[in-house]
């Protein structure tokens, strides 16, 4: 069983400036609650209780959200408005959180790598928290690709099709389909071009990883706009071994995009609200 989830959370949110200069970009809200807090509610649905996350500078927003507010508690005992901090009192009383701080920013392989000291030697999830995922009608994406790290006992991405024009945005695999919905990689490339892209299976933020990526992690030079890519190691890993691509049931919604967060505004407050 999977204990741990990492979060990557250091990056700087550029899309959004100006609100993202004093704020972290995963305190965003949807509607009335953060991305982060969606992130760890997948993973504690998917069976994970101890979070870790990876800050930077200006991020001390997330761990006082994961933290009683005493005066704020205090004043609003024994009114209605207690019941709004009812979902995140449960979080912290089910879930540990620790933190490290990228100190550098040299990209989200890096950004993992500097998680090691929080996961250890065990498999962990990988939760980039500006990938919003739902899916309402049955078992979260996390959760999915935790029982097929159970059936396989190696890495997992998730993937969702997208049209060719966006695969420059994304990670983008390619491989066998060897069982339904599931892949095994045979390449993967970081923000290709349309004319480069081996397909138009784009990896979404969700990551199950064996603990070996580490070590393949330290040993990856800096592709793509310079940055250390878990693109790269992951590619590395299935040359060495198997990593398999997951195509999810649900929705992912891109709100480190304008356009996806208002989307995931509009359809949470009209379906949850
Ligand atoms: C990162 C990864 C990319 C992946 C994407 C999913 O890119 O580097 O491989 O497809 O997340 O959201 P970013 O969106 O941080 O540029």
Redesign the pocket.
Known sequence: MIKKCLFPAA?YGTRFLPVTKAMPKEMLPIVSKPLIQYGVEEALSAGMTQMAIVTGRGKRAIEDHFDISYELEQQIKGSDKESRLAEIRSIIQQCTFSYTRQIEMKG?GHAILCGQTLIGNEPFAVI?A??LCDNPDGENVLAQMARVYERYRCSVVAIEEVAMSEVS???VISGKEIDERIFMVDNMI??PKESEAPSNL????RYILTPDIFEILRHTPPGKNGEI???DALLAQCKSGMVLAYKFCGKRY?C?SVSGFVEATNEFYAKYH
């Open positions: 990056g989200l980039l500006d990938d945005k994304y990670g970081e923000k784009a990896v979404i933020g890519q878990i693109t891109d480190g």
